[in-house]
């Protein structure tokens, strides 16, 4: 186990974790973040489900029951995007702790792509998130978008606040009022009255759960942040006498259903009958994860909402020993999808994203933040986390975490093959969408960029544990035909335990976007400790055939058309359109291409785009003039010149962001350049900006400055 200094540390020394500074809450938010993961993951294939249509197919649920369903174990899914999304408002925000509901509402508008990522989109007045999205896509600030004056009671106190609020109990160790108090802010964005309430009990628990063991005392303190004459202090209340008088869940259920069951609320997905599963599977499972999972999924309704919720509540409660009993971490290998409209952030895992919560946490208190490995992008820190690696070929050997030598204070993951081995063993991990994956185009939508480009140098740092081990990098692209094709990078042969940095450039994949990164062992076992790419790539993006080439853009636009060297046109029939590519940690870059303005109230190139509300735009404006825009909570010009474009016609533009540095380049020629003094966008990748029209654009290429 890591601590937020490094220091290797047990969970035999559990403690009450009150501070983001004390060794054991880097951890533990990994296990609260895993038992998320791992929750509604479980619940997804039979969400909406009855009790009795469980039974009778499962029995009890007990481990995943996905392959019986027919379905993928990783998917995208609105509880684990919301939650990790959403909380990325403090980071925008200067991790204010006194962020406002507002500020929140505008970290809904630039994240969502509309109809795409994140939210369920029913429509309004059906689906509360789609709703409230529609009331600040309108102008209307949180927390009126949310409320029950504007949307109803029963649109507005359905399920979805509470799905998402996990991660503000996750920043706030032992302060389950301060959790309580960010997650009512939070849910007010879209809900209202009982959501909310729901909402704050399952932050406070989440909170006191770094500190409490007993279930008990946990409800009291989820029921202490609300009024005591609420609906959910009342169902509360039931549910825990129904289980003094009564040890069996069974008849605890059946008595939420007669007293709050389905059959009582109005609307799609209400929260109070989920809200009780949630109560009634921690005081009937008594703490154990295992008894707890298969209580509140057998019980059914919203499942995966549910399950999450008490699975996020749980790993911080039992720690990672939560997960012990049964092999709960291995399918799931760490793995995660968070689609939204900063796109280079959607493939990640849950190591990486536990290292954004410890460090929104430790930010709020200006306190240093946690960078372990030196901010290493697969840096293994945390106990058993193998960060999306798996074995390709399982029949040629293994991959597990393990401390080189026994070393604590070394963490890595070993890459095994086997001696008696037909084949070299592949280990891998994903940089973009995986081919097993490319079919989930509906539902929670996919939406990402890759990781990994060409021009990107790769560090990777090895040991051998074996006496002697070879092999080599690997990465895979799709081709035209949207298969896989694959690439190797230098061959290694480690011998003795020293450390070998091995560096390859990622060679040019003609535009086909990487899927995934490697190492192929030949012979023997190799020890990975740390493997990162920080640099800007050197590449460029020529439209190529295949779907996956498509998919590899963030596409907030109505329509796009590539051809073999041009993107023929880029529309958006009203407001403002995106096409982004990149990543949120890219600062110092060009970014060249051939423009082609056509019929558009203006269009461009955005740099340091970070999403659709937080970006700055080089514009062809009104005719005759370019404009530079800021956009950030709002629109605003820093700066324009006048310049005779046609409409049709092509130009050559270069736009540079060095610095607080901004400039334009038409044809050769330096058009427009000017620094931004204050609140400074540092960085981001890039986009194609159309508002209300069209425009066309040969390929864009980027290089670092």
């Keep these: 186990m890591i601590s937020n200094t490094g220091q290797q540390i047990s969970y035999n020394e559990r403690e009450r974790i009150d501070d983001p500074t004390h060794p054991l809450y880097a951890e533990t938010v990994y296990a609260g973040i895993l038992g998320k993961l791992i929750g509604v993951y479980l619940g997804r294939p039979v969400e909406n489900w009855s009790h009795d249509k469980i039974v009778e197919e499962f029995g009890e649920i007990r481990y995943y029951v996905h392959e019986q369903r027919g379905r993928r174990l990783i998917i995208t899914d609105d509880d684990i995007t919301g939650t990790l999304i959403f909380l990325r408002a403090l980071q925008d925000y200067g991790y204010n702790p006194a962020i406002s509901p507002s500020d929140i509402g505008q970290t809904w508008l630039n994240y969502l792509i509309e109809e795409k990522t994140i939210l369920w989109w029913g429509g309004l007045g059906n689906s509360t998130e789609h709703t409230a999205y529609l009331r600040l896509k309108s102008g209307i600030k949180a927390p009126e978008s949310g409320s029950a004056a504007l949307n109803s009671k029963i649109i507005s106190e359905q399920i979805g606040a509470q799905i998402f609020i996990d991660g503000w109990g996750l920043i706030c160790p032992g302060d ?409 940690e890219w600062k110092d870059y060009r970014v060249s291409c051939r423009m082609t303005p056509r019929m558009a109230e203006s269009g461009g190139i955005a740099v340091r785009y970070q999403g659709t509300r937080r970006y700055y735009a080089f514009l062809f404006g009104a005719p005759g003039e370019i404009r530079l825009e800021k956009v950030l909570d709002g629109v605003k010009t820093i700066a324009k010149v006048s310049f005779p474009w046609k409409p049709f016609e092509d130009y050559e533009v270069t736009v540079e962001a060095h610095g607080n540095k901004l400039r334009l380049f038409i044809n050769g020629e330096l058009i427009l350049q000017t620094s931004d003094e204050t609140n400074l966008l540092e960085s981001g990748g890039f986009a194609f900006v159309v508002n209300s029209g069209c425009l066309g654009a040969g390929t864009p290429r980027i290089e670092p400055l």
């Design 176 to 584: 389950p009022k301060k959790a309580a108090d960010f997650a009512r802010k939070a849910a007010s964005v879209s809900h209202d009255g009982e959501a909310i309430y729901g909402s704050q009990v399952v932050a406070a628990m989440v909170a006191e759960a770094f500190v409490e063991q007993s279930i008990d005392r946990l409800l009291d303190t989820g029921v202490s942040v609300i009024p005591p004459d609420c609906e959910v202090r009342k169902l509360i209340d039931d549910i825990r006498e129904w289980h003094i008088q009564d040890k069996d869940w069974h008849r605890s259920l059946a008595n939420l259903h007669a007293q709050y069951g389905y059959d009582k609320y109005k609307g799609q997905c209400h929260l109070i009958p989920n809200h009780g599963l949630i109560i009634l599977s921690l005081l009937h499972g008594a703490g154990d994860f295992d008894e707890s999972m298969m209580i509140v999924n057998t019980s059914g309704w919203d499942t995966d909402c549910n399950s999450g919720n008490v699975g996020a509540i749980l790993g911080v409660r039992n720690g990672l020993k939560a997960f012990e009993k049964q092999d709960w971490r291995g399918p799931v290998a760490d793995r995660l999808y968070l689609p939204s409209a900063d796109p280079g952030r959607s493939i990640t895992d849950a190591a990486r994203e536990s290292i954004e919560v410890i460090n929104a946490s430790l930010a709020l208190r200006g306190r240093e933040k946690l960078a372990p490995k030196d901010g290493a992008r697969f840096h293994f820190a945390f106990s058993g986390s193998v960060q999306g690696f798996r074995a390709q070929n399982p029949e040629a050997g293994a991959v597990e975490h393990m401390y080189f030598g026994g070393d604590p204070a070394m963490p890595g993951i070993r890459i095994a093959r086997y001696r008696n081995a037909d084949e070299p063993l592949r280990a891998m991990t994903p940089t973009f969408i995986p081919p097993d994956t490319k079919d989930m185009v509906t539902g929670y939508v996919l939406v990402a960029c890759p990781t990994l480009y060409s021009g990107h140098l790769v560090e990777v740092d090895l040991r051998a544990v074996s006496e002697r081990a070879t092999g080599r990098l690997f990465i895979e692209c799709y081709n035209e035909d949207d298969e896989t094709q694959r690439y190797e990078g230098l061959e290694f042969d480690l011998s003795g335990s020293d450390l070998t940095r091995v560096e390859w450039e990622i060679p040019d994949t003609e535009g086909y976007p990487i899927h995934h990164i490697g190492i192929e062992v030949d012979g023997g076992e190799v020890f990975l400790e740390r493997m990162d790419w920080k640099n800007i790539p050197r590449t460029s993006w020529p439209p190529v055939e295949g779907t996956m080439w498509h998919r590899a853009w963030a596409n907030a636009l109505d329509r796009f058309s590539p051809m073999r060297d041009r993107f023929e046109y880029l529309s958006m029939n009203s407001g403002t359109g995106f096409l982004a590519q990149g990543h949120r």
